[in-house]
């Protein structure tokens, strides 16, 4: 089997003209596929995986998380690969996308399957039945068919030669075929951030190549699709199928894995891996939180907007709450921190959730707001954010303020993928 290569390591949000400089064709490329901003924006936004025939294969790694330590990167990119096929399984609207050209994500959640599913299974076999002679199971209704009986002296009859059938286990179906040679090629360009097959990796060299092209390999499994009934060999085919659908190739043959916007995935990480209280019921707080109502001449109430305020994630204590807003920030300085807009929401996020748990107490429920975002440590140049008075005077309790904090992305990537809760915000 092909080794897989080692990949190149960029950063999303790397200044364009830096790329360029270095890398040229890697500028040309996105450019001519039209990913990652880079005909409109001063910066690369773009978080996945280019495999190129010429360029080999190319890893944009999230904001903060480079450290130009190659083994160190190395891991932190098989990470990424992982949360990004995680992410792609358990929030995609639609299970798959039609063609990989586009960046879609599914393709590494189809790619982490197919893998995942070779590693605990292996090739796909079943059971056949061979027609022998003389050994393994009579098969009498052919032997008295087929062959000539002889008579003993005592008129007894026997049969010479026995019709038999034995069973066996075959792997040289042309699905186990395409799914050898398929699984063969997940693994010579994704191996180095794949669950590893071990010991099961002899049986892709013993299994033949399919006997037709692989431009007809995906009509074949439609075919084979409408004859399978075991769930395995179901699920196998399917798999294979979008598979083949998504990595058709561009007409240089690239691939392309990714998303341009790295935030919802921030967000999800955050989500499932912040450290909860006990006390915490995850509850649906946006569907709690109160709705804008517009009124008409008369007074009456029209219709409620259906959408009203989402924050990202409500932390719920034992006597206190802390809202967390996910920002892809980089945060170093008032410029590249959240502006008035994203500080106002929080501050009315803040407001609409006291009129939820604030009703039965005589003392303000103590409520946290805080923005958190990607470091290359747990921590980092801004502390907060206060409202003041033109002349630096503080405001009125009407404007609480709204923490930062920063978590080593690092971290959230490991927890992410290995569904644990690590990341703390104190």
């Not at 179906?173 to 071990?198: C, K, N, T």
């Not at 892709?204 to 092209?213: N, Q």
């Not at 196998?236 to 919802?264: I, Q």
């Not at 995935?265 to 989500?271: I, Q, T």
Request: glycine residues 6%.
């Amino acid at each position: 089997m092909v080794q897989p290569e080692s990949p190149s390591f960029f950063s999303d949000r790397e200044q364009v003209s830096s790329l360029a400089q270095s890398f040229e064709k890697v500028k040309d490329v996105m450019s001519r596929w039209g990913i990652g901003k880079i005909d409109d924006r001063q910066t690369v936004h773009f978080c996945g995986l280019i495999q190129h025939p010429d360029l080999g294969t190319l890893v944009f790694l999230p904001r903060e998380a480079k450290t130009n330590v190659p083994h160190q990167d190395m891991k932190i990119g098989s990470m990424t690969m992982r949360a990004l096929a995680r992410f792609a399984t358990e929030n995609s609207e639609r299970e798959f996308e039609s063609d990989g050209e586009a960046g879609n994500l599914n393709a590494l959640s189809v790619i982490a399957r197919l893998a995942e599913d070779f590693a605990a299974n292996g090739l796909f076999s079943e059971r056949v039945r061979y027609k022998t002679r003389n050994s393994g199971k009579p098969d009498w209704v052919r032997t008295i068919k087929h062959e000539l009986a002889v008579h003993s002296n005592d008129n007894q009859g026997f049969y010479g030669e026995v019709s038999t059938t034995r069973t066996n286990r075959s792997s040289e179906i042309l699905l186990a075929q395409i799914q050898a040679a398929v699984i063969r090629e997940i693994y010579s360009g994704h191996g180095w951030w794949l669950q590893q097959a071990g010991s099961r990796r002899h049986e892709l060299f013993s299994c033949g190549r399919p006997p037709i092209p692989r431009r007809h390999w995906s009509k074949a499994l439609d075919s084979m699709l409408t004859t399978l009934y075991s769930r395995r060999s179901i699920y196998v085919a399917k798999y294979l199928r979008h598979y083949l659908m998504e990595t058709r190739a561009s007409s240089d043959g690239s691939f392309v894995f990714g998303v341009e916007d790295f935030h919802a995935v921030w967000e999800a990480m955050l989500r499932e891996t912040i450290i909860r209280s006990p006390h915490d019921r995850r509850r649906q707080w946006n569907s709690m939180l109160p709705k804008p109502v517009y009124l008409r001449t008369n007074g009456q109430p029209s219709e409620r907007r259906a959408r009203g305020m989402q924050a990202d994630i409500i932390l719920e204590n034992e006597s206190s709450y802390t809202i967390v807003d996910a920002k892809y920030y980089a945060a170093k300085n008032a410029d590249t921190a959240p502006g008035w807009p994203d500080i106002a929401k929080q501050i009315f996020y803040e407001k609409a959730l006291r009129e939820v748990v604030d009703t039965n107490t005589e003392l303000p429920v103590p409520i946290t707001n805080i923005f958190v975002f990607p470091g290359k440590l747990n921590h980092g140049p801004l502390s907060e954010v206060v409202v003041q008075h033109a002349d630096g005077r503080a405001v009125s309790s009407a404007f609480p303020p709204v923490a930062c904090s920063y978590v080593a992305i690092s971290d959230a990537l490991f927890h992410y993928v290995r569904r644990s809760q690590g990341i703390s915000l104190v």
